[in-house]
């Protein structure tokens, strides 16, 4: 009997991550690009999304896939009222979705029809961030109220983001928001990352945000 | 956070190269993993306990290597490491900063038996 030292170096991560690679796979062959949206509860996931539905469609078509832990429909209810296609995953009490999550919700989206997916994740500001989706951009909303330490409570989420969302900007004469301090700890973590400043309540900001959306919808178009 | 999916994940990477090494059993686990990703050691082996039960990896030792965050400044290629909270370049106060290591996550050998 021998013993033997046998190299490995796979990720622990990565049968999750290989589905994710499927997902987005599918995306791109429907020519759909595609968003995961996280932030903690309330930070205005479902409000900016909403947002970007009021400010690109019908010239975009736009599709949503909601992630919740109670069995709701709240969020996906509020897309269709808008107008657009939603699915409602029900996590069954998981704290994030996960690529295989997706990647049922993809089987029966009618993806076909739409050119924007928006994925909505679980209200969570630490697990959503070990599991990609596939999604081509990962997106966090940062509300004013959280406060401006977050990315340096959090720094793992923030590392791995395409956009920033600085949301209810609105509130900044009311709130104690150095947002000096802010954008140093996220310039240390993801240095350059795009940030759009924006209030779902007023409006201002979000035609940016649909700008930047609006290009990135027509470059999945021209591949 | 998701100690139980984690230990699963090892588990499966584990006993799939063991197998196709032609293993008897598997003595011991090494696994590198960054100090940016949040893993309790103490639960992954109360779940590896249970879990490696009654398969190649039984009475297998799992071997936890941390790896500190590691920064590079920008402005004056200055390297530090970071134990707690995210700073800035502690030469220059820069922010304009790099992370060079911490987010490892991953399976890096076994040791078998044949």
Same mark, same amino acid.
């Given at each position: 009997m021998s013993s033997e030292k046998v190299t490995v170096v796979e990720k622990i991560m990565d049968a999750n991550d290989q589905v994710a690679l499927t997902n987005r796979r599918i995306l791109d062959q429907a020519g759909v690009f595609s968003l995961n949206i996280m932030a903690s509860p309330g930070a205005g996931k479902t409000s900016v999304i909403l947002q970007t539905i009021k400010a690109l469609a019908p010239e975009i078509r736009i599709g949503v896939i909601e992630g919740d832990t109670a069995p709701v429909t709240i969020d996906a209810d509020k897309v269709i009222a808008a107008g657009m296609p939603a699915l409602q995953i029900n996590t069954a009490g998981s704290c994030h979705l996960d690529a295989v999550m997706l990647s049922r919700g993809l089987e029966s989206f009618p993806l076909s029809d739409i050119d924007l997916l928006i994925v909505e994740n679980v209200g969570n500001l630490i697990c959503p961030a070990s599991f990609k989706l596939g999604t081509h951009a990962n997106v966090v909303i940062a509300s004013i109220p959280e406060g401006d330490d977050k990315p340096y409570k959090y720094p793992t989420i923030y590392r791995g983001l395409d956009v920033l969302i600085m949301n209810k900007i609105d509130l900044l004469p009311y709130i104690r928001f150095n947002k000096e301090y802010f954008l140093k700890g996220i310039e240390m973590l993801n240095p350059g990352l795009t940030t759009f400043q924006v209030s779902c309540e007023t409006g201002e900001g979000i035609a940016e945000w649909a700008e930047w959306l609006r290009a990135r919808v027509k470059e999945q178009k021209a591949k | 956070m998701h100690e139980l999916a984690v230990t699963e994940n090892i588990l499966n990477i584990a006993i799939r190269n063991a197998e196709n090494a032609r293993a008897t059993r598997v003595t011991d686990i090494n696994l590198v993993i960054g100090a940016l990703s949040s893993i309790v050691d103490?639960?992954?082996?109360?779940?590896? +306990?249970?879990?490696?039960? +009654? =398969? *190649?990896?039984?009475?297998?030792?799992?071997?936890?290597?941390?790896?500190?965050?590691? *920064?590079?400044?920008? +402005?004056?290629?200055?390297?530090?490491? *970071?134990?707690?909270?995210?700073? =800035?370049?502690?030469?220059?106060?820069?922010?304009r900063v790099r992370f060079v290591q911490g987010e490892e996550f991953f399976l890096e050998s076994i040791e078998i038996e044949k």
């Open positions: - | 103490d639960s992954v082996q109360f779940y590896w +306990d249970m879990l490696s039960q +009654d =398969t *190649i990896c039984a009475g297998s030792k799992l071997h936890f290597q941390r790896l500190p965050a590691r *920064i590079v400044c920008q +402005d004056c290629h200055t390297e530090y490491e *970071i134990q707690e909270e995210l700073r =800035t370049c502690p030469s220059c106060d820069s922010y």
